[in-house]
């Protein structure tokens, strides 16, 4: 069992920064690809940002240039840099681990809430 703990949401204004962190409960967190999803009111969850075990990322189009994920291993921690937030940011964003193929079975965080709003 793995447990994923996330932190570092909150209310921002337009155009600025939060930096979340998932924090994992497992002696082999380098095994596992780590991504960061986000839900918003009455949407589908995203995949908003990928990390593989050999730190290779990948970045949703709608976050590219404003977005990045990385990840220590020696911490077992995730993070997910935002910057420029935009409105349309506001979600709950929940941390996943996953051994295999991202969109399958998995580990999720409780999430957190991110708004952005003036």
């Known amino acids: 069992q793995v447990q994923l703990v996330e932190s570092g949401g909150g209310l921002v204004q337009p155009g600025g920064s939060l930096r979340l962190s998932c924090a994992a409960s497992?002696?082999?967190?380098?095994?596992?690809?780590m991504a960061w999803f986000r839900q918003a009111p009455g949407k589908q969850r995203e995949l908003v940002a990928s990390?593989?075990?050999?730190?290779?990322?990948n970045h949703a189009d709608s976050v590219k240039g404003r977005f990045t994920i990385s990840r220590d291993n020696a911490k077992n921690t995730v993070a997910l840099q935002m910057n420029s937030l935009k409105p349309e940011d506001t979600a709950v964003y929940y941390c996943?681990?996953?051994?295999?193929?991202?969109?399958?079975?998995?580990?999720w965080g409780q999430g957190t809430q991110v708004t952005v709003s003036s």
């Open positions: 990390i593989t075990t050999g730190g290779t990322t």
């Open positions: 996943k681990a996953v051994a295999g193929a991202i969109g399958g079975f998995g580990y």
């Open positions: 497992t002696r082999i967190f380098s095994v596992f690809t």
